[in-house]
Nanobody, 118 residues
Framework: QVQLVESGGGLVQAGGSLRLSCAVSLRTFSRYFMEWFRQAPGKEREFVAA????????YYKDSVKGRFTISRDGAKNTVYLQMNNLKPEDTAVYYC???????????WGQGTQVTVSS
């Protein structure tokens, strides 16, 4: 059974930082694109960041470029999202996803809450 477990969310003041982690129980982790999405209350789920299977390519939502960094550790089957200079509009439930192709979203985690106070 494939599991994606997010952690690292919490409450932080504007301008602060958090690092999200997503532990993935996929034997073929290195063959999957890994992505972060978020969903704010009353809004649709939106793409935040993605990283290719090799880690050589990364993709970001425009509003997080320069503030968020996605990375992956193949030895730990884990993907990270380092979030700096957080803003209240970053408040959302953050989900990680694994896909055999970009945006295929084959597997999803349960989400972790990030709340940024002003």
């Amino acid at each position: 059974q494939v599991q994606l477990v997010e952690s690292g969310g919490g409450l932080v003041q504007a301008g602060g930082s958090l690092r999200l982690s997503c532990a993935v129980s996929l034997r073929t982790f290195s063959r999957y694109f890994m992505e972060w999405f978020r969903q704010a209350p009353g809004k649709e789920r939106e793409f935040v960041a993605a990283i290719s299977w090799s880690g050589s390519s990364t993709y970001y939502k425009d509003s997080v470029k320069g503030r968020f960094t996605i990375s992956r550790d193949g030895a730990k089957n884990t993907v990270y999202l380092q979030m700096n200079n957080l803003k209240p509009e970053d408040t959302a439930v953050y989900y990680c996803a694994a896909g055999i192709t970009l945006f295929s979203g084959d597997y999803w985690g349960q989400g972790t809450q990030v709340t940024v106070s002003s």
